[in-house]
């Protein structure tokens, strides 16, 4: 559903229930029945620890400017005062202690971000020598492949400038490349990708906590010095290597076995490998629904793990003196538990798919202590645990859509347990329409639960996407994991080719399926960009919702619906000036972008129309008639105002002369003072992209700058910004 646009008169049912519902939560206040509600949700305190833990550490990386380790401390020693001096099992013990989460949160992203701290690349480098250990291989679609280095020496950069790790391109592939490998190359390098646009997704933040401090491309095939095999390494990185290699050759053995794209697919499955996936079939995917399908996450560990339980628990029912003395369900998780963690090593474990191991382990360690197993404590233990040690996850769109996905779930499922009791005793038709409708309805449910992330982070929302789930997750449930499972087990003896034909059956019939589904009418609908404050109201109504458990959860329909309500009729920028200037937009008198640039800065092009809610082509969009171009510059007009971009010298003093806002690729003199803004190429590369908005005082009249907004100053200074970040043109793609 659309959000309402600035200036649309609000839906009256929507203001009807939000003022219903404050009306009955000021009743609650007034009557001093707030701590008796509370009382009766005492069971539930546990489970929104997690959500203040990750409120505190939201509230670090919201700060513009990086605060210091006595901040931190003292945040945490105030609200640790706060909650003793509290009497407890009060109302006011209870906020003491959420505000002690909070700060406890902040302070343990401070020590993440110092823990992590390496050094960045301060700017680009050209024909860098470059010598490191591989760490990662990862095929590209068409050619070559992507390595992680772990460097060791890049010459003309001292040691304490170099960065540890780095990730580069590399268009010709070598078989013979391993993880572990000592290799030496040729290569440019940058430092990490800042935002595209003020308040767009921050590549070099992600980058910091991985510790990789640059990126690029190789101009020569990369030389290897020393093999793994000949290395000398410490017990633990050699561990890792082989992992990487063990993950190796399973891919290569897949790819053996099932050439093209459902054998990229079937490693993506397996491995998490997902570089041989092509962008039109990830397209599709993600426009059918279904790309959670192609990472490993809890869909595919609880298949596995699964999988395992039930295999034993029916080995060991075929012998009547084990079964009948012993608790065979307990071995079976111990096995089954066994299995996910040998699928989390080999999988190449990310945020989801620990998620994923750490709620299946605490799932079957209840089974094994005669516990219940599916919780929603659980689920907050599995959180908490995450956040404790990656607290920068809690910006991860995986992250958030994972638990809000299982949150939601676990929710309904407690309020139908009762309904769900009778389940064994009906007929094995009834068993086939249950569990077609238990996909249904998790389906419904799990997709309600992540569209507002969906439309956030990627600005998207996939209409079809219960038809396509529908059809591919049997799919997937029935066939494509279950076979996953069986070639691991056949791989050491050779016979891997049985199930995998088996799985690329099944992997065909998905990807026809989202192909079908992704080129349906209306697959897509595009979402311009929605307010943090929205999405900020809307995740809380959604926590309000799934973690209480009485009556007064339906509150958290009001917020969700107050989200919704302002999520729409934000501001646009009327002007972007990208990087260097290579890449300028104006808004034309139909409210969309038209550009003009080299199409080095079609990536950042795609981001803007991406933030726009704009499903156009970079192409298309270059192809517009709002500018005029000669040979040293373009001019364009958004609401009145005349802007003059410079490409050359000669149309700079023009352009001074004519213009009201000036873009230059080029240095302007200081002479060129009469237009109202003017933005030359060092500016722009210092600062980032220029987001420029306009306001008319009088209708029909020319319009006034209202602000002017950039990257730098978006991002403020944070260690992740402190060492030339800001100096790489964001022209391509971080990969």
Known sequence: MDAPRRGERPARPVIAALGNAARAFAQLLGQGRLADQLEKERARWFVWLPAAFGAGIAAYFALR??????????????????????????????????????ALGFTVAKVRSEWVRAPVLAHEMRRADVTGVVELVEPRPGRGERLSIRVTDIARVAAAERPQRIRVRVMTRREALKPGDLIRLRATLRPPSPPALPGGYDFARWAWFQGLGATGYAIQAPEIVAPAAERGAGLVQASREWLERLRQSIAERIRAAVPGESGAIAVSLITGERGGITEETNAAYRDSGLVHILSISGLHMVIMAGSVYAAVRLALAAFPAVALRFSTKKWAAAAALAGAGGYLLISAPSVPTLRAFLMIAIMFVAVMLDRQALAMRNVAIAALVILVCFPESVLD???????????????????????????????????????????????VIASVAVAPFGAYHFHQSQQHALLANLIAVPICNLVVMPAALMTLVLMPLGLEAFPLAAMAKGIDA??????????????????????????????????????????????????????????????????????????????????????????????????????????????????????????????????????????????????????????????????CTEPRAVIDRWTMRREGTHAIYLANDTPGGTARIARIETVAASRGIRPWTEQGNALRPAHASPD
Do not use: N
């Open 65 to 102: 400017v990086e605060p210091g380790f006595a901040t931190a401390a003292a945040l945490s020693v105030a609200a640790l005062g706060l909650a003793t001096a509290c009497r407890k099992a009060s109302l006011a013990h209870a906020a003491a202690l959420a505000l002690l989460a909070a």
């Open 397 to 443: 769109a995986g992250f958030q859509m994972s638990f809000a996905a299982v949150v939601s779930l676990i929710a309904a499922y407690e309020a139908a347990r009762e309904r769900t009791e009778e389940q064994d005793r009906r007929g094995w038709l009834r068993a086939v329409a249950f569990f077609l409708g238990g996909i249904l309805l998790s389906t």
């Open 510 to 671: 998905m990807t026809a399926t989202a192909y079908w589904v992704a080129a349906l009418p209306g697959a897509v609908i595009h979402i311009a960009e929605i307010s943090t404050a929205s999405f900020a109201l809307m995740v809380a109504g959604g926590l309000w919702l799934t973690l209480w458990q009485t009556r007064w959860r339906a509150l958290g329909l009001a917020a969700v619906g107050g989200g919704i309500l302002i999520a729409g009729g934000g501001e646009r920028p009327d002007i972007l000036a990208g990087r260097g200037g290579e890449m300028v937009a104006v808004r034309g008198a139909d409210g969309r972008l038209a550009a003009r640039g080299a199409r080095s800065g079609s990536f950042e092009l795609s981001r803007w129309l991406q933030h726009d809610g704009d499903g156009r082509k970079t192409a298309d969009v270059l192809k517009s008639r709002s500018f005029r171009c000669d040979g040293v510059g373009c001019t364009a007009r958004a609401k009145g105002v005349q802007i003059a971009v410079a490409r050359h010298p000669a149309a700079a003093a023009d352009d001074c002369a004519r213009a009201g806002i000036v873009i230059a690729e080029v240095s302007l003199p200081r002479s």
